[in-house]
């Protein structure tokens, strides 16, 4: 199969070493020269050009560049493309993309693989990055089953873990999971950032290990994509922060009021809880 990756970044050359590792002739598009030729040169992708015109004989085609580039990348896509080609995007904000392109291209199905590192660009890209790893797609009621099935196949072929669900739906849950722990850990770093006494903060600085990294590093990730979650899932982020700043404020009612049985309590209950999320 003739496969076309838009965006060589992280997840596209990530996708490009899994799919040519299963047979498949990857195609691949980049905004810059430089970055076609280093694709080809890892093996990556099997050609790479600056023109979207080499992607007109793709079967499938994964679009990869940042949020805000994947509508406009797609209506200047289609223009080279035949009306079989399957067209799958892979941003981490679901309803909107959905929304615009869906009337333009009838086999276009939403996607989502929940899988990167807090590098970017074509030189950290790795092998083997979706597996074990969720992967959502979002196709609706008007989606052809035979564009969804091909999808499917590809996708179960990366070792990733499928997950049906509405755009919208989509959009809650990655504000919980995703875009909400990226503006609390920003705000640790910037809190702490904000010390005063720069013998304190230079020690803190030199004391931070285990808890503070884990904690900490989404929040010293990609700011571009920091931003285009916020831009993007604004409302669903917006609530989830919300959310977040009521429960704050009531750990830090109970510390003021020194309630450490209530606090006990519900640290307790977070410890319970957490293996929900990441067993």
């Not at 003739?2 to 997840?11: A, F, K, T, V």
Request: aromatic content about 6%.
């Amino acid at each position: 199969m003739n496969i076309g990756i838009l965006g060589l970044g992280l997840i596209g050359g990530s996708l490009g070493y899994d799919l040519r590792s299963q047979g498949h002739h990857v195609l691949g598009v980049s905004r810059r020269e430089s970055t076609c030729q280093t694709a080809v040169a890892l093996g990556s992708v099997d050609e790479a050009s600056v023109e979207m015109s080499l992607l007109g004989i793709a079967d499938v085609i994964f679009v990869c560049t940042p949020i805000a580039l994947i509508v406009p990348q797609v209506e200047q896509l289609i223009k080279h493309l035949n009306a079989a080609t399957i067209i799958t995007d892979v941003g981490s904000v679901k309803a909107p993309i959905v929304q615009a392109i869906s009337p333009l291209w009838s086999r276009f199905v939403g996607g989502h693989p929940m899988a990167g590192t807090a590098d970017s660009g074509i030189e950290a890209a790795q092998k083997n990055l979706f597996v074990d790893r969720p992967y959502v797609l979002t196709p609706d009621a008007n989606t052809p089953k035979d564009a969804i099935a091909i999808l499917e196949e590809i996708v179960r072929s990366l070792g990733a873990k499928i997950y049906h669900c509405q755009p919208e739906q989509h959009d809650r849950a990655v504000s919980w999971i995703s875009h909400l722990p990226v503006m609390v850990s920003a705000s640790l770093i910037t809190a702490c950032m904000g010390e005063t006494d720069p013998e304190v903060l230079q020690l803190a600085q030199n004391l931070a290990s285990s808890g503070f990294r884990d904690t900490s590093r989404v929040g010293g990730g990609n700011p571009e994509l920091g931003v285009m979650m916020a831009r993007y899932n604004r409302q669903a982020l917006l609530s989830s922060l919300q959310q977040y700043r009521h429960n704050i404020n009531k750990f830090i009612n109970l510390i003021e009021q020194e309630d450490w049985t209530t606090l006990e309590a519900k640290l307790q209950s977070t410890q319970q809880a957490r293996p929900l999320f990441t067993d």
